[in-house]
Structures are given as structure tokens and as C-alpha cells.
């Protein structure tokens, strides 16, 4: 309450309070006739200062409607500033809580990241122990298979010598009976220096010759270019070849077809052939036509070839062989172009 700045105002209130506290002392009948007289004596007190100026702003009585609108507006911020801050607490808990949730997920995501690249990482660990365990059984295995191999290559290298000493004997049996028979050679024995596989005899000649000075050289020892009827035949030309190119007894310059030299059709062998031969390549710069001759290349499968480089020939002796034999004469390559190998037998 404000105080009254007024002092017959003043007075006035006081005496009317001292009335009213008087009348509170007697009974209830006492408090109604005083209350009665506290009405009159104000509206004397109203009438008898009638023509004095008040001021409402400090009236006691024309402060109770606004006292009592303060109070209301008092009680709705009273009550505004809790409730926002209720609310903005409930919200930054909701938030908070949808926050927790997020990050509860990701954490578990996390988590299941990292126990899989656990279980990866132990798993390649386990596949790393397993394949040292592999590498080193392997190389035990090389070291064993190297020494087996070492083993082999000198068994090979035995028999090899052990061939070589049993041609040496058998040429020398032949030899031997040739001179008994006073130069005449047996049946079933070669001449001297030519080789003999199955019923055949084979010369390796270090002369080199193009295709048809091979053809007519062995021509001219009863014997011809060799023709490659069997796998035999074939394995055996070429592992005394030792990597060089020998002419065959198979041409297509006589009729453009590829035949043998004693004018028996050829019989396509792709399996035979290098890849992409025969090309009849015309660039090769040794002179007019293309590649019409056949050689056995270091590979033992054909190739066709210009038929004037010097290479390789075989050939068959048939006036001393057996009737079955055929010779075959083989001329190394002297000259800077693959060494070519050329063969001849008895028709």
C-alpha cells in the first residue's frame, strides 16, 4: 500500500480505521452500529472537505481497482517465466534425448564395425599363418624336387653317354663285320657315320646347302629328303637337330601345293605348323617368289622358308641299308640365317 501524502486525508483514514478498530472490540451488534457510524463520519468528513482538491493518484480507495489489475498482470508473469523455462527444459530434453538416441545407434553401428573388422582381422591373420605354413612346405618341396631333378639331369646325362657308347658299339659291330665281309655292309648296320633308328639310317651332314642342292646331294647317295610319316620319325629328327633348322623333303614349288619329294600329297597338319604358317611371305629379299620350302624349325614344328638359303639336310643310304631303310643326310647352317634341316629317304 502506498503511503498518503495527504495529512487531513491522512487523518481521515485514521480515525476511520480507530472506528473500525473499536467496533472490534464489542460484539457483532456493536461492529454493525459502529460500522453505521464509520459511514456517516466519512460522508461527513467527504462533505465537509468537499471543495479541497484530491489528488486520485494518491486516494487510498482509487488504488484498490489498480492494485488488484497489478496483481493479475503480476500473477501471469509470475507464472510465464516458469512455464518458459519448463519448456524450454522439456525441449532440450527431448532434443537431448533424440541426440542420445542418434548417437546410441551410431555407436552401435560403430561397435558392429568394429567387431566385424575383428573378426576379418583375425581371420586374414589365420589365412597369413596358414599360407607361411604353405610357403614354407612349398619351398621344401622345391628344394626336394630341385634336388630330385639334379638326380635326373645326371641320369640323362648317363644315358646319354651310355647311347652314345652303344652307337659307338653297334657302328663298331658293323665295322668290324663289314671288314670280315670284305667291305660289304650287313643287313641291319649303317654306313659308317650315319645313325640308325628303327630300320633307318640318318646322316647329320655339316654342309651347308640350299633345299634343291640337298634334294639332289641326297639324290645322289641313293637316298632322298626325308619324308616324316610317323611321331616317332619326327621326335627322333628333332632331338638330334640340337636347335637347328634342317630342310624336310616337302615343297609346294612344283605344283603350288605342298607335297613330298617323292610327289606324294602333303596331308595338312596344322598341330605341326607354327602358328600362321605357311604364310608364303614374299619380303623376305632373297630373291624372286615367295616361301615355297619346308624346314623343321628348333622347336620341331615347320616353317615355310625361301628355298635358297643354305640349310641343313638328312638323307638315306639304300644301296647298303636294308631294303626298309632310308637314309637321311643333314646339313648344319653356316650362313647368318636360321639353320634349316632337310631329310631324305627311299621312295
Request: aromatic share 8%.
Amino acid at each position: 500500500m502506498e503511503p498518503l501524502s495527504d495529512p487531513v486525508t491522512a487523518a481521515r483514514v485514521q480515525s476511520a480505521f480507530g472506528a473500525t478498530t473499536s467496533a472490534q472490540c464489542l460484539d457483532r451488534q456493536c461492529l454493525s452500529v459502529e460500522g453505521l457510524g464509520e459511514k456517516r463520519s466519512t460522508r461527513k468528513m467527504t462533505t465537509e472537505y468537499h471543495d479541497e482538491p484530491e489528488d486520485d493518484s494518491s486516494s487510498f480507495w482509487n488504488k484498490e481497482p489498480t492494485f488488484a489489475a497489478f496483481s493479475g498482470v503480476s500473477r501471469f508473469r509470475r507464472w510465464l517465466i516458469p512455464a518458459l523455462t519448463a519448456s524450454l527444459v522439456l525441449v532440450l530434453v527431448i532434443a537431448l534425448g533424440a541426440s542420445n538416441a542418434s548417437l546410441s545407434r551410431r555407436l552401435w553401428s560403430v561397435e558392429t564395425i568394429v567387431s566385424n573388422l575383428s573378426d576379418s582381422l583375425s581371420s586374414s591373420q589365420q589365412l597369413i599363418q596358414d599360407a607361411a605354413k604353405d610357403v614354407t612346405r612349398l619351398k621344401f618341396s622345391v628344394e626336394t624336387n630341385r634336388e630330385q631333378l639334379s638326380s635326373v639331369s645326371a641320369a640323362l646325362k648317363q644315358l646319354s653317354v651310355l647311347d652314345t657308347v652303344s652307337r659307338t658299339v653297334a657302328t663298331l659291330k658293323c665295322s668290324l663285320e663289314r671288314l670280315m665281309k670284305n667291305a660289304s655292309a650287313p643287313d641291319g648296320c649303317c654306313p659308317l657315320g650315319w645313325e640308325l633308328s628303327g630300320s633307318s639310317c640318318y646322316l647329320y651332314s655339316k654342309t651347308a646347302l640350299t633345299w634343291p642342292e640337298a634334294r639332289d646331294w641326297c639324290n645322289g647317295h641313293e637316298s632322298h629328303l626325308v619324308i616324316l610319316h610317323s611321331d616317332e620319325e619326327w621326335d627322333f629328327v628333332t632331338r638330334h637337330a640340337n636347335g637347328v633348322f634342317f630342310w624336310i623333303g616337302l615343297s609346294d614349288d612344283r605344283i603350288g601345293k605342298w607335297e613330298w619329294v617323292n610327289q606324294t600329297p602333303y596331308v595338312m597338319n596344322r598341330r605341326r605348323w607354327r602358328p600362321n604358317q605357311p604364310d608364303s611371305w614374299t619380303g623376305h629379299g632373297m630373291g624372286p617368289g615367295d616361301e615355297d620350302c619346308a624346314h623343321l624349325h628348333n622347336d620341331g614344328r615347320l616353317n615355310d622358308l625361301h628355298c635358297s638359303p643354305g640349310c641343313a639336310s638328312s638323307a638315306r643310304d639304300t644301296s647298303r641299308a636294308a631294303e626298309q631303310n632310308r637314309t637321311q643326310l643333314v646339313h648344319k647352317q653356316l650362313e647368318l640365317l636360321p639353320p634349316t634341316f632337310s631329310v631324305t629317304s627311299e621312295e
